[in-house]
């Protein structure tokens, strides 16, 4: 009879819905390390986990992610219910960055592409891999590959799908200019992935930050691309 | 963009930074040598559970402070035999309440001590965790043994895989990491019979070398007294040592290594735990080699491990420094593994397969030679 009473209240916590962790999350598998080697004047840090669907909205943003990315989102490793995991990084009482990281399902395995950016403007600081399975993972992790993108926001990912069709030699396609490293045949699914994953990165950034205020920037650029596209 | 999220302390408890998984785990099992042995249904061992892990992570408004983890599982055994991932079920017959994981960490507890640079400086480097976790030996720390049925050598070496500590873990630089505890030394209850517990101290490489290289490692040493029924029952001079109570003067050096690598179909990974040293005056080695291969889509492995313990039993006890190496007597198992793996995710958030595990132990200290066939549905989610 004791063993029933045991196992009963055992059973129903099997009923209670899972939290957090019910789908795969990115987090940095060192953060203080890690963290000190992107800011060394840092003091401390602060993990934050976010989750659509615990968040207001959080359906419409998840559509939103689908359609700012422009394809499907995998069902593993982007999922309604993937838990993020925000770094906050303080000097003292004074906020000086974010961290942020997420998955990304590539040829070889899975993408894990971070991000460190501003806390005001949400340029990015730096990018970098925490794992990548590829055979193009060398030439990705490359520095002089990965610097091009400092300073970017996400603002320069929305301008470049105007100018991609629109304007495809302008200057002011920052994502455009971009050299790609050279991966060969093998690599490019992985390259490609890789900049799927630093956008996705800044659209999640701008919906669990930032408060959406690189919106304005997609709803430009698709109005200008469907001026476009109809002259 | 704010989250709903009561302002209440269960808002806040169950809130930002708690997570709760749950677990069922079916195992059965047939042991050649139970059934040999006319043991109850043929030799087959059963053992159901359904479980639960809570972890919360506590924050200020600049700082993630502490962390709290707790497992626990409610088993059902019958006809219990020995299997890789249940030693500890011999007493438990019928139902049992388990707990695993215990524990809460502090991170970096000195920085109320400290001004801003010195914070900056130490970032990382000074974490406590107090309660029930993995041995600091091996690769165990960085290993998520509870449910796979495979298990790495710290439970067959020292009695446990789990003991109750204290102390501090952290990054020494960015090459390398610490973890150094004092630990009770008594394995699954917190108990004090005499023995003064354990020091162990592990320095392991840094998890730069594991995203840059796939590779981990570490060397660790463990010394002082722990309980362990089993090495008492194995060896004549222990037994005789320990006179009449159970604390086992130990002494353990180890180091380790897994190194994973990709292939144009999935990843190889390798591991290797290698350890010395003594149990009262006899000497101990262990062996742990093992081979896993996962396809590309995480969906399908094999593995296939070596084990072996080499203890050099004496017949009556020497003084501890004493080395005498008769050629020992050995416990041996070559084991294979394949597993379907419905989900397999990173960070081992979301687990669903099913395993087949057959172990074959080529020599044993007691006990006879033995084939023992397990198969287990798993999820964890």
């Known amino acids: ?231 | 963009m704010k989250q709903d999220v009561e302002p209440t302390f269960f808002g806040n408890l169950l809130g930002e930074g708690f997570a709760f998984r749950k677990e069922i785990m079916s195992l059965i099992s047939r042991s050649s040598d139970a059934a040999s042995l006319g043991a109850a249904a043929d030799g087959l061992y059963s053992r159901q559970s359904v479980g639960f892990e809570i972890l919360k992570k506590f924050s200020t408004k600049t700082a993630t402070v502490a962390a709290f983890d707790l497992q626990m599982r409610f088993v059902r055994r019958d006809n219990f035999h020995e299997v890789l991932n249940d030693v500890e079920g011999a007493n438990r017959s019928g139902w049992f309440l388990e707990y695993h994981n215990f524990y809460l960490d502090f991170y970096n507890v000195f920085n109320p001590l400290l001004g801003d640079k010195a914070r900056s400086s130490n970032v990382g480097r000074f974490n406590l965790r107090v309660g029930r976790f993995y041995l600091p030996f091996g690769l165990n720390l960085q290993t998520d043994t509870h449910g796979p049925v495979l298990q790495l050598s710290n439970e067959r070496n020292f009695g446990f895989e789990r003991d109750w500590y204290a102390g501090f873990w952290g990054s020494i630089n960015p090459h390398l990491n610490y973890d150094m505890y004092y630990l009770l030394g008594s394995g699954y209850n917190a108990a004090f019979n005499g023995q003064s517990g354990l020091l162990g101290t592990r320095v392991s490489l840094s998890n730069k070398y594991l995203n840059e290289y796939g590779l981990e490692g570490g060397l660790a040493f463990m010394t002082g007294q722990r309980l362990s029924q089993h090495a008492l029952e194995r060896s004549p001079s222990v037994m005789m040592a320990a006179a009449g109570g159970e604390v086992i003067n130990t002494m353990r050096y180890g180091a380790d290594m897994r190194w994973r690598h990709l292939v144009p179909t999935g990843s190889i990974t390798l591991t290797a735990e290698l350890s010395a040293g003594r149990d009262e005056s006899d000497k101990v080695i262990t062996q742990l080699y093992q081979a896993d291969y996962l396809t590309v889509n995480r969906k399908f492995g094999a593995s296939v491990q070596y084990r072996q313990f080499n203890q050099g039993i004496q017949g009556t006890p020497a003084p501890m420094s004493r080395m005498d190496w008769n050629g020992g007597r050995t416990d041996a198992s070559i084991i294979g593994e394949l597993s379907w793996y419905f989900r397999n995710d990173l960070g081992n958030s979301n687990l669903h397969w099913i395993k087949l595990n057959v172990e074959r132990k080529t020599e044993a200290i007691q006990g006879r030679q033995d084939t023992i066939l397990t198969l287990q549905y798993y999820h964890y989610w």
């Open chain 1, 1 to 231: 009879m004791k063993h029933i009473a045991l196992l009963l209240p055992m059973l129903l916590l099997l009923l209670l819905p899972a939290r957090t962790f019910a789908a795969i999350g990115c987090t940095l598998s060192n953060p203080a390390q890690d963290l000190k080697y992107l800011y060394p004047e840092m003091t401390t840090y602060k993990e934050e986990l976010r989750q659509l669907d615990q968040m207001k909205n959080g359906a419409d943003l998840f559509k939103k992610l689908r359609a700012r990315l422009g394809s499907d989102l995998d069902p593993v490793y982007e999922s309604y219910e993937t838990p993020y995991t925000v770094y906050s990084i303080f000097k003292g009482s004074d906020l000086i960055g974010i961290v942020h990281g997420v998955n990304v399902p590539g040829k070889g395995g899975v993408i894990q592409v971070f991000i460190s950016a501003e806390p005001g403007s949400g340029e990015i600081k730096s990018f970098f891999f925490q794992r990548i399975e590829s055979p193009a993972a060398k030439a990705l992790k490359k520095k002089d590959f990965r610097e091009q993108f400092n300073g970017l926001t996400l603002a320069d990912f929305y301008k470049h799908d105007y100018f991609a069709v629109a304007e495809p030699t302008s200057d002011k396609d920052k994502v455009g200019r971009i050299a790609a490293p050279d991966v060969g045949e093998a690599g490019k699914q992985d390259y490609q992935a890789s900049l799927r994953g630093l956008r996705k990165n800044l659209v999640l950034l701008d919906m669990f930050v930032f408060g959406l205020k690189y919106e304005a920037y997609y709803q430009r650029s698709q109005e200008s691309l469907a001026k476009s596209k109809a002259k």
